[in-house]
């Protein structure tokens, strides 16, 4: 079963992310959801490998049916944080995390995609192991009790296909270990 969004405002997104060549990748509930049960979510989540000149493009592609501010994006980029687009008929939000290549979770993500069938288009996703990482950042981070919700009920369903050599090594990397440690010792 997929996960409820809007279906036609992601199309569009994926569709203008493959044709800009901008390296990306899902990730969030909608990712999540993949590998575990969906969960409501009010937003959609991606990781973007993107640089200044496709700040414009970008715009191009979607400025008639999002709102999407350019300044935004650009100091995303220089921040190497994140921003965020809404479609103006549905107000679906979408958040874009710029991808850091100092932080070896993402690097481990980009590194390690799949790709899903996700409302008719192949879509990238990290592996179970990057999501399970994905999540343990966000609690570094001060994530909420969603975020530990979610490595709960990851790992519950999955204990036997997590990777966990892949995963401790990673989360060593990226100073991850001693949470890693709260769910998984």
Same mark, same amino acid.
């Given at each position: 079963?997929?996960?409820?969004?809007?279906?036609?405002?992601?199309?569009?997104?994926?569709?203008?992310?493959?044709?800009?060549?901008?390296?990306?990748?899902?990730?969030?509930?909608?990712?999540?959801?993949?590998?575990?049960?969906?969960?409501?979510?009010?937003?959609?989540?991606?990781?973007?490998?993107?640089?200044?000149?496709?700040?414009?493009?970008?715009?191009?592609?979607?400025?008639?049916?999002?709102?999407?501010?350019?300044?935004?994006?650009?100091?995303?980029?220089?921040?190497?944080?994140?921003?965020?687009? /809404?479609? =103006? !008929?549905?107000?679906?939000?979408? @958040?874009?995390? %710029?991808?850091?290549?100092? &932080?070896?979770?993402? #690097?481990?993500?980009?590194?390690?995609?799949?790709?899903?069938?996700?409302?008719?288009?192949?879509?990238?996703?990290?592996?179970?192991?990057?999501?399970?990482?994905?999540?343990?950042?966000? /609690?570094? =981070? !001060?994530?909420?009790?969603?975020? @530990?919700?979610? %490595?709960?009920?990851?790992? &519950?369903?999955?204990? #036997?296909?997590?990777?966990?050599?892949?995963?401790?090594?990673?989360?060593?990397?990226?100073?991850?270990?001693?949470?890693?440690?709260?769910?998984?010792?």
């Amino acid at each position: 079963m997929e996960p409820q969004t809007d279906i036609n405002s992601f199309r569009q997104v994926v569709l203008s992310l493959n044709e800009l060549e901008i390296p990306y990748f899902l990730t969030g509930s909608l990712a999540l959801a993949v590998y575990s049960r969906p969960r409501l979510s009010h937003d959609i989540d991606f990781c973007v490998h993107m640089q200044k000149p496709h700040v414009s493009k970008m715009v191009g592609r979607l400025g008639n049916d999002f709102y999407i501010d350019a300044q935004m994006m650009t100091e995303a980029i220089d921040t190497q944080h994140m921003f965020n687009i /809404i479609h =103006l !008929g549905t107000n679906e939000k979408m @958040d874009f995390f %710029i991808f850091n290549p100092s &932080d070896p979770v993402p #690097d481990f993500c980009f590194q390690n995609l799949q790709k899903v069938k996700l409302f008719g288009l192949p879509v990238p996703i990290p592996t179970l192991e990057g999501i399970l990482l994905i999540k343990l950042r966000w /609690i570094k =981070l !001060g994530g909420g009790p969603i975020h @530990d919700q979610d %490595i709960r009920i990851l790992i &519950d369903e999955n204990q #036997d296909r997590i990777q966990w050599d892949r995963v401790n090594r990673v989360a060593e990397q990226a100073a991850l270990t001693g949470i890693l440690r709260g769910y998984h010792s």
